[in-house]
């Protein structure tokens, strides 16, 4: 995938969603009894990657609700996350803007979620640099956030563990299977394969130097914030990746997608000018920026996971953008 191909891909993406009329008729009769109304309208998402349902309902007594419903029929893995979201709602401080989860009911197939609706609009992309802005500004304010206490997070070298070992994956790979990644990546991936003993050496020191005790989101990207225009709020949404890690992860993690959607600047520039940055060594940065590097390339070759065909392509954009941060860190 060339710069030209990158700078091609649609700046958001997103999984196969189902509308309200989709839904099994028992699914919609138990979403409006949760709500305690019935439901006159639906908006639906149109970012992120979660497939299933995903929409802002209107209720008969005028109130709005936004919500989730999966099951594995969509894909296999959504009604995990859909677990771990309920889950990271009660872990939440009340200084973290995020939409209250109002209600929830898991009957071992369906898993439906009920949250606030908030009123705000996604970045405009390519970012605009007050909506960046902001956006960073209120990531400075949740690597000061930790969970609440008793809360059931994972720490982040635990849920990442299996996750980052993809340029171990890549060394241990057959010849056609390198080219395949280095093909999805482009030139960074070429480079990539150049570098390959580095890359495994950086990405052992991943999980060490992503640990820490802050709130971590560890899923932010544009269709993951929303801004409320007329206060300067950003509300940060879905949540099922939160664990509890290195403060400055959320920032780092974020800033290969702000590059691939254009508009807003050099990661390194933006990293270094944020309070979230500060303390952090080039090699703990390049350490973990590796980490997910190897983890978006490997994931790029394997087949799409059911109801979300283009995040193979995504990631391999997001591989390309990560691993031209780490060639200005080495």
Request: include cysteine.
């Amino acid at each position: 995938m060339s710069a030209d191909d990158v700078m091609a891909l649609p700046l958001a993406f997103g999984g196969q969603r189902l509308d309200w009329r989709d839904l099994p008729r028992a699914v919609r009769e138990r979403i409006e009894t949760l709500a305690g109304a019935r439901v006159t309208a639906e908006m639906s998402a149109t970012s992120g990657f979660s497939p299933g349902f995903c929409a802002v309902l209107e209720l008969t007594d005028g109130r709005a609700v936004f919500v989730k419903a999966v099951s594995s029929d969509q894909n296999p893995h959504s009604p995990q996350l859909a677990r771990a979201e309920i889950r990271a709602a009660s872990a939440l401080p009340p200084q973290v803007l995020a939409p209250a989860l109002r209600w929830w009911d898991d009957d071992g197939h369906w898993v439906l979620l009920g949250f606030d609706a908030v009123h705000g609009r996604s970045p405009e992309l390519p970012w605009r640099a007050d909506d960046l802005a902001l956006v960073l500004s209120a990531l400075d304010e949740l690597a000061r956030c930790t969970p609440v206490a008793g809360h059931g997070l994972p720490r982040i070298e635990e849920q990442l563990r299996d996750d980052f070992t993809g340029w171990r994956s890549v060394q241990e790979a057959s010849p056609e299977q390198r080219e395949l990644v280095a093909t999805l990546v482009d030139e960074p991936g070429r480079w990539a394969l150049e570098h390959l003993d580095d890359l495994v050496r950086w990405e052992r020191d991943s999980l060490r130097v992503v640990a820490g005790d802050a709130l971590v989101h560890g899923d932010l990207r544009a269709d993951n914030v929303m801004i409320e225009e007329g206060h300067d709020r950003v509300w940060l949404i879905d949540w099922p990746h939160a664990s509890v890690g290195a403060p400055w992860v959320d920032l780092a993690f974020m800033l290969p997608s702000v590059a691939l959607q254009g508009g807003a600047g050099d990661p390194a520039w933006l990293f270094s000018r944020s309070e979230a940055s500060r303390g952090v060594s080039p090699a703990d940065l390049r350490a973990a920026l590796t980490g997910l590097a190897g983890y978006f390339a490997w994931s790029a070759g394997q087949p799409a996971p059911p109801g979300i065909p283009n995040l193979r392509a995504f990631q391999a954009a997001q591989a390309g953008a990560t691993l031209r941060w780490i060639r200005e860190l080495t």
